[in-house]
């Protein structure tokens, strides 16, 4: 382990006791609501705040985002409606994902609450939708919090007004663009501002229920009922759906997509809506899994990999735990070896998952100790959730096989041991119980001496909220993908089967025939047992499943809509 490693655990994150000297209030965009267009600077705005003050239901499900880390004693103030607060997107089964965080309390006056709790000392990041200056209209808000002597700063975000266009395939560059906001277009129709372009493209920033009086004005300002528009909902979401109409036809078109008068959308007017290259551009809504939802089955130590992978080609998933992890029944033999670990007893730690990691680590922390405790050790480690894990105590491991993560590729790089370079022989492998000992026997004949110590026991978790046992029993969810015959297993006896018409994909060979155990027909099985692997294969289903339906004429449907459409297409 490094100095540098030492010196992280001296100084943990989210220190109350250096908080405080830096408190300030940041006025943080946050992009139109794909988490990716989150920047540096609001990533970092966002992970040091005590208080985060969130105006609409979008931030509250981008909060839960796996590129936020947020401290464990942030509070989360909401200054939205609370039916709004508590919505999840369309087509979200259950949960959105990622998982909406849980609300701390609620403000009926923003400004008032930001300045009480900088007031406190505390640092406060108040989120804005899109970039604060361009599209929150907070600049009165800003200037409050100045006057009451508080350090003001803002973090520019990436403008929905640029951004969601470019979602929907829409070329901005080399033509007349004309931006309006949604303060800017409710000053427009009213009468007291201005009029718009009549020729160009014009992008306006309003709500469903002001798409009447934007029709009104454009015409008054010299556009045609006829000209090419496009409605953009959820823009820059895996839920992004683009109505290609004329301007006269927004209104129907957003009653017949049944949004709601206060739904934000996007509106695109001008002939660039139906150039003939915007087709070819049509970038995101074309991606192989867009729009799906996707169930995840996991261990406790599951990592960010396989739902980012799988947002990547355009879906969402939710993540449902099936297994818990609980302390051995039997702790003596776990006490013993974590002594054994602070007094030098062992030459090696090997970890084969976050469990083990974080079964040491609490062990560690009982009795008052840090990552310090792994000084002069030399540590082993599988799997990219394990080295996180290790990470996260500001420990990196000296030895991870190139490759294949497997205990087996990992004794094939363990070195043997040898009297005149190894001053101790042991090596401590905390693991689980249901773990099997093939690792301390390959171990054993290179020389070591192992102590192989059950470090925790793996149960089924509780099952999942009804909204989700309904959804997985019902259809709603396009996929659900197996990471290991145990996630199989144990989601069949928390949650039920998943339906005939979801795509099931497994990690490898093993777990596919661990499904067609449980009744389940196998759509898709990863050419290698990696969460990359896996997430590609149904990717390269999905696109050929999507290629085949247009080549029969038939419409493409997610596989959760074919109940609902009376068709049964191929998977």
Aim: aromatic share 4%; net charge negative.
């Amino acid at each position: 382990m490094t100095d540098e490693a030492h010196q992280s655990t001296m100084q943990p994150a989210g220190d109350l006791s250096t908080a405080s000297a830096q408190a300030r209030v940041q006025f943080v965009g946050t992009g139109p609501g794909d988490p990716n267009l989150l920047t540096l600077g609001a990533v970092e705005a966002i992970n040091r705040a005590q208080v985060i003050v969130i105006s609409c239901a979008q931030h509250r499900i981008l909060l839960g985002s796996d590129c936020l880390e947020l401290r464990p004693d942030v509070r989360i103030v909401s200054a939205c409606d609370t039916d709004g607060e508590t919505a999840v997107l369309p087509s979200q089964p259950g949960a959105g994902a990622p998982v909406p965080v849980d609300i701390d309390e609620h403000c009926a006056d923003v400004t008032a609450t930001v300045i009480n709790a900088a007031s406190q000392g505390l640092e406060v990041v108040r989120l804005v939708s899109g970039d604060p200056f361009l599209d929150g209209d907070i600049g009165a808000e800003a200037a409050a919090v100045a006057r009451a002597d508080h350090d003001v700063d803002v973090i520019p975000g990436v403008t929905g007004m640029t951004a969601v266009p470019e979602y929907a395939g829409l070329t901005l560059h080399g033509h007349d663009v004309q931006l309006i906001g949604q303060a800017a277009c409710q000053r427009d129709v009213d009468g007291r501002g201005s009029d718009w372009s009549d020729q160009g493209l014009i992008v306006v920033n309003t709500s469903a229920g002001k798409l009447k009086d934007v029709v009104k004005h454009a015409v008054e300002s010299g556009r045609s009922q006829d000209e090419p528009a496009a409605l953009i909902c959820h823009g820059a979401t895996t839920q992004q759906t683009t109505h290609t109409v004329t301007l006269g036809e927004l209104p129907q078109a957003a009653k017949t997509a049944r949004l709601g008068s206060a739904e934000p959308v996007h509106v695109a007017i001008g002939k660039v809506v139906e150039a003939p290259e915007r087709e070819q551009l049509d970038w995101y809504e074309s991606k192989p899994l867009f729009g799906w939802n996707i169930l995840i089955p996991r261990t406790r130590d599951h990592s960010a990999t396989l739902p980012s992978r799988l947002q990547s080609y355009g879906a969402h998933s939710l993540d449902v735990p099936t297994i818990s992890m609980e302390p051995p029944r039997t702790p003596q033999q776990m006490d013993k070896a974590i002594r054994g670990l602070v007094e030098g007893r062992y030459e090696w730690v090997v970890f084969t998952s976050a469990n083990a990691v974080r079964a040491v680590s609490e062990k560690l922390e009982q009795i008052g100790l840090d990552a310090r405790a792994y000084s002069g050790l030399r540590i082993a480690a599988i799997f990219d959730s394990t080295i996180n894990a290790l990470a996260e105590w500001g420990v990196r491991p000296d030895l991870v096989p190139a490759g294949e993560q497997s205990t087996r590729a990992l004794a094939a790089v363990f070195p043997a041991f040898d009297e005149a370079l190894d001053p101790i022989n042991r090596v401590f492998v905390p693991r689980a119980d249901i773990a099997t000992e093939s690792l301390s026997a390959d171990l054993s004949e290179l020389g070591w001496e192992v102590e192989d110590v059950v470090g925790y026991r793996t149960v089924r978790a509780a099952p999942p909220p009804a909204e989700t046992r309904d959804a997985i029993k019902t259809g709603k969810f396009d996929a659900v993908v197996f990471t290991s015959s145990t996630t199989v297993r144990n989601l069949v006896g928390i949650a039920g089967k998943p339906h005939k018409h979801t795509v099931v994909a497994a990690i490898g060979m093993r777990t596919a025939d661990t499904c067609r155990e449980h009744g389940l027909t196998v759509d898709v099985v990863a050419p290698e047992p990696t969460a990359l692997s896996l997430a590609d294969a149904l990717a390269d289903f999905a696109a050929k499943r999507r290629d085949d339906m247009i080549a029969k004429g038939l419409p493409v449907v997610r596989p959760s809509q074919r109940k609902r459409r009376g068709r049964h297409p191929s998977r």
